[in-house]
């Protein structure tokens, strides 16, 4: 089945560390995005990107960096520069990155930190 | 910048009942896209229905349905014969035609009375 997988599904960071949140897609979608959700809010684009090799930041991007070297594969680094990184995130891909083209979401990673 | 504003952070039906959810949104676009996903406790982004604002006619996905008002900047969506299944977070969310992610409402908590 075609789908999106996140890993961990949960996270633990501790002070100063860095972590990374894989993310993989079999969709042969080419946008894939990440967006951060915390209590009671609706979720925040953190960064995306259309193409392999090229990515975009989101309204939320200081302190996360990401990568895409493959088409399938989207992993979003917490850095320490994160002061309050605890969130749930959710990875998510279109077939493009046009308005009309609906987002599929994965099952999500909740972060926390020791 | 866009913004999506959701006026009521929890409603309450009875099963069976009809219920809608209130959304509006401030874009200066003409050409831009608005969709209602659902978040039950799994945390799984679920897309219920999507509007294309060319479109004049109302968006329908069985139960679901959407009230569109263009230039009140309004989209609410409604619920008809509630089941408990729907019982979840209701986010709405915009993107305009050209590129990047969606920009997300706080939500609305639904609540199914049995």
């Known amino acids: 089945d075609g789908g999106i997988t996140q890993s961990p599904k949960y996270l633990f960071r501790k002070e100063g560390q860095n972590v990374t949140l894989s993310c993989e897609q079999n969709?042969?979608?080419?946008?894939m995005y990440w967006y951060r959700q915390d209590p009671g809010q609706g979720l925040r684009l953190i960064y995306y990107s259309q193409i392999v090799n090229d990515f975009q930041k989101g309204d939320i991007a200081e302190g996360y960096s990401v990568s895409r070297e493959k088409k399938e594969s989207f992993p979003l680094t917490v850095t320490s520069a994160q002061k309050n990184p605890t969130a749930f995130y959710l990875c998510a891909s279109s077939i493009g990155l046009q308005g009309q083209e609906t987002q599929s979401f994965g099952p999500g990673t909740r972060l926390l930190v020791l | 910048a866009q913004t999506v504003t959701q006026s009521q952070p929890e409603m309450s039906v009875q099963e069976a009942e009809t219920v809608t959810l209130s959304c509006t949104y401030d874009t200066s676009e003409s050409d831009y896209y608005l969709f209602w996903y659902k978040q039950p406790p799994s945390r799984q982004m679920i897309l219920v229905i999507r509007q294309e604002a060319y479109k004049q006619q109302n968006a329908t996905e069985n139960r679901f349905s959407v009230n569109f008002q263009k230039a009140a900047k309004s989209f609410s969506l409604k619920i008809s014969d509630s089941q408990l299944g729907d019982a979840a977070m209701y986010f709405c969310a915009y993107r305009t035609g050209g590129a990047d992610g969606l920009t997300f409402g706080k939500g609305t908590h639904l609540i199914i009375q049995p």
């Open positions: 969709l042969n979608h080419d946008a």
